[in-house]
Nanobody, 116 residues
Framework: QVQLVESGGGLVQPGGSLRLSCAASGFIFSIYVMGWYRQAPGKQRELVAT???????YTTNSVKGRFTISRDNAKNTVYLQMDSLKPEDTAVYYC??????????WGQGTQVTVSS
């Protein structure tokens, strides 16, 4: 049974930091591209960042230089370090595991709220 369990969300002030974690189980972690998406109220879900098993990363322009994706293949875990957070980063953040054109899986999401 595939499971993606996110943690680390919460309320933070503008300029602050959070680190999201996603613990994966039930599939071969090494052959999946891992990613983080987010969905703000009234908006479509959008890609934030992805990382391959070998460590190649992609980060969307709106968070580049502030967010960093990483993975620990020994722990089947992917992380999203979020620094210099802005109110517009407020959203539910979802972990994703994907094999392009084959399958993909989603976590349940974790709320991130950036507010003073």
């Amino acid at each position: 049974q595939v499971q993606l369990v996110e943690s680390g969300g919460g309320l933070v002030q503008p300029g602050g930091s959070l680190r999201l974690s996603c613990a994966a189980s039930g599939f071969i972690f090494s052959i999946y591209v891992m990613g983080w998406y987010r969905q703000a109220p009234g908006k479509q879900r959008e890609l934030v960042a992805t990382i391959t098993y070998g460590g190649m990363t992609y980060t969307t322009n709106s968070v580049k230089g502030r967010f960093t994706i990483s993975r620990d293949n020994a722990k089947n875990t992917v992380y999203l370090q979020m620094d210099s957070l802005k109110p517009e980063d407020t959203a539910v953040y979802y972990c994703n595991a994907a094999r392009p054109s084959k399958d993909n899986y989603w976590g349940q999401g974790t709320q991130v709220t950036v507010s003073s």
